[in-house]
């Protein structure tokens, strides 16, 4: 059973960072690409931040570009996602993802297999 769980959310105040991690049980992790996506309330679930399974590409939405960096380390099986400067636009539940399909990096619906989430609260 394949199972993704992000820690290291909390509340920040703006201008701070924070550091989420994801642990996926999947045995070959090493075959997924990840992504990470937002969700604030009454809001789309967005994309933020996506990586090759190999660790060798990254991308990013245009809103997080140059201050969100993702990062992967296959031999612990996790993902994780460095987030800097942070705003209170920010505030959300980041909930990592898994894919091996071989659309859209930013398209949720590629995604197959997904965490419950780590609330991430930036203060003004």
């Known amino acids: 059973q394949v199972q993704l769980v992000e820690t290291g959310g909390g509340l920040v105040q703006a201008g701070g960072s924070l550091r989420l991690s994801c642990a996926a049980s999947?045995?070959?992790?090493?075959?997924?690409?990840m992504g990470w996506f937002r969700q604030a309330p009454g809001k789309e679930r967005e994309f933020v931040a996506a990586?090759?399974?190999?660790?060798?590409?990254?991308y990013y939405a245009d809103s997080v570009k140059g201050r969100f960096t993702i990062s992967r380390d296959n031999a612990k099986n996790t993902v994780y996602l460095q987030m800097n400067s942070l705003t209170p636009a920010d505030t959300a539940a980041y909930s990592c993802?898994?894919?091996?399909?071989?659309?859209?990096?930013?398209?949720?619906?590629?995604?197959?297999?997904w965490g419950p989430g780590t609330q991430v609260t930036v203060s003004s």
């Open positions: 999947i045995r070959t992790f090493s075959y997924y690409d």
């Open positions: 990586i090759t399974w190999s660790g060798g590409t990254s």
């Open positions: 993802a898994a894919r091996r399909s071989r659309g859209r990096y930013s398209n949720k619906n590629e995604y197959y297999y």
